[in-house]
Antibody, heavy 117, light 113 residues
């Protein structure tokens, strides 16, 4: 069955970087874009961008351009999202999600990133 | 960006009664190439990740009870829970994936009356 398993919770200081991983299984990794989203405490969902595992090309929401890098490791069917220059506003649960198809979409369990001095 | 507007913001329904949530998009999310609406509904229980319950506006995700029904096309959509159960208490979000950025409704909190 399709699964997306994310790395564990992180605590970072302001100004630091964080890299979240999303290991996929149960489907053709290169066949579907991976999207990254986040949800700040008590807030709604915010789309950050996608990466195409077939090409490595990525497209980011404007507010994250210059601060987010999305990468892939095809041999281990894993996607990564790195966020730099963290501030307290980046405290959130970060999700990866497989793109939609005739069988719907599949989401990771989420990774809590806490930014605190 | 496509703006998604949900109503109501919260809803209290008696067990066994119907719950109805509406979602309106600022532009059509109907893809003419396959006549599919790129509209999904997510259920999020406290402390849990979102779970897809409906996709393509009306297709129930595998394992989702048939009391959940999605309907609508173009810009107006509805999620109906025909007979509310205790385990359905959650926040429900509509989202469009017709174009990026994916955008979400503000969420509807469903509670037991």
């Amino acid at each position: 069955q399709v699964q997306l398993v994310q790395s564990g919770a992180e605590v970072k200081k302001p100004g630091a970087s964080v890299k979240v991983s999303c290991k996929t299984s149960g489907y053709s990794f290169t066949g579907y874009f991976i999207h990254w989203l986040r949800q700040a405490p008590g807030q709604g969902l915010e789309w950050m961008g996608w990466i195409n595992p077939n090409s490595g090309g990525a497209h980011l929401a404007q507010k994250f351009q210059g601060r987010v890098t999305m990468t892939i490791a095809t041999t281990i069917s894993t996607a990564y999202m790195e966020l730099r220059s963290l501030t307290s506003d980046d405290t959130a649960v970060y999700y990866c999600a497989r793109d939609w198809d005739v069988d719907g979409s599949f989401w990771g369990q989420g990774t809590l990133v806490t930014v605190s001095s | 960006d496509i703006v998604m507007t949900q109503s109501p913001d919260s809803l209290a329904v008696s067990l066994g009664e119907r719950a109805t949530i509406n979602c309106k998009s600022s532009q059509s999310v109907l893809y003419s190439g396959n006549n599919e609406n790129y509209l999904g509904w997510l259920q999020q229980k406290p402390g849990q990740p979102p779970k897809v319950v409906i996709y393509r506006a009306s297709t129930r995700e595998s394992g989702v009870p048939d009391r959940f029904t999605g309907s609508g096309s173009g810009t107006d959509f509805t999620l109906t829970i025909s007979s509310l159960q205790a385990e359905d208490v959650a926040v429900y979000y509509c989202l469009q994936h017709f174009t990026t950025p994916w955008t979400f409704g503000q969420g509807t909190k469903v509670e037991i009356k």
